[in-house]
T-cell receptor, first 114, second 116 residues
Framework: RKEVEQDPGPFNVPEGATVAFNCTYS??????FFWYRQDCRKEPKLLMSVYSSGNEDGRFTAQLNRASQYISLLIRDSKLSDSATYLCVVNRPDSGAGSYQLTFGKGTKLSVIP | DAGVIQSPRHEVTEMGQEVTLRCKPI?????LFWYRQTMMRGLELLIY????????DSGMPEDRFSAKMPNASFSTLKIQPSEPRDSAVYFC???FGRGTTNEKLFFGSGTQLSVL
């Protein structure tokens, strides 16, 4: 099983639609979870952290299910500017080598259509 | 703040040549990361420095790759000799901290490397 798995998409949705992305991770000891956004030919940027109780930032809602090792991102009222690739990111626990690593999923591509 | 600065933005070279990628992290950040991104493999961590010291280089593909961080404001990733399969976008990122629950990475704009 891959460390972080995402449906690659693409998701093509009309403006105003609600869309949800899912992500699963393999390491049950993982403690930190994030969603990053990457525009075409640009660098990834942090969209939001994912907290155990779930969290919301405007039109974006992130949820975590530790029992199922599953993370989700919900986008309401999609805008054209939401078109991007959304990367699920998991902070792998210290392996004992003194390192923390962020493991990135390959991303889910979203296209919002007028 | 200017953000993480990488150079060059694009590099086209021939197989067998040496390639050096450069990165200036955000001032005050104490962790620096080199990532490689391809369509097939996504974003892969190559190496991670904390306070200028390499902490984890398990992602470096082979001996042809090397990275240095001589001071807090500069890092290089060198490929010698380069091969066509090294073609990818190489990102440098920096953060403050050593891995906390609120760790946020700031990425540079990347270097698009093409090895012919």
């Amino acid at each position: 099983r891959k460390e972080v798995e995402q449906d690659p998409g693409p998701f093509n949705v009309p403006e105003g639609a609600t869309v949800a992305f899912n992500c699963t991770y393999s390491n049950s000891a993982s403690q930190s979870f994030f969603w990053y956004r990457q525009d075409c030919r640009k660098e990834p940027k942090l969209l939001m952290s994912v907290y155990s109780s779930g969290n919301e930032d405007g039109r974006f809602t992130a949820q975590l299910n530790r029992a199922s090792q599953y993370i989700s991102l919900l986008i309401r009222d999609s805008k054209l500017s939401d078109s991007a690739t959304y990367l699920c990111v998991v902070n792998r626990p210290d392996s004992g080598a003194g390192s923390y690593q962020l493991t990135f999923g390959k991303g889910t591509k979203l296209s919002v259509i007028p | 703040d200017a953000g993480v600065i990488q150079s060059p933005r694009h590099e086209v070279t021939e197989m067998g040549q040496e390639v050096t990628l450069r990165c200036k992290p955000i001032s005050g950040h104490n962790s620096l990361f080199w990532y490689r991104q391809t369509m097939m493999r996504g974003l892969e961590l190559l190496i991670y420095f904390n306070n200028n010291v390499p902490i984890d280089d398990s992602g470096m593909p082979e001996d042809r790759f090397s990275a240095k961080m001589p001071n807090a404001s500069f890092s290089t990733l060198k490929i010698q000799p380069s091969e066509p399969r090294d073609s990818a976008v190489y990102f440098c990122a920096s953060s403050f901290g050593r891995g906390t629950t609120n760790e946020k990475l700031f990425f540079g704009s990347g270097t698009q490397l093409s090895v012919l």
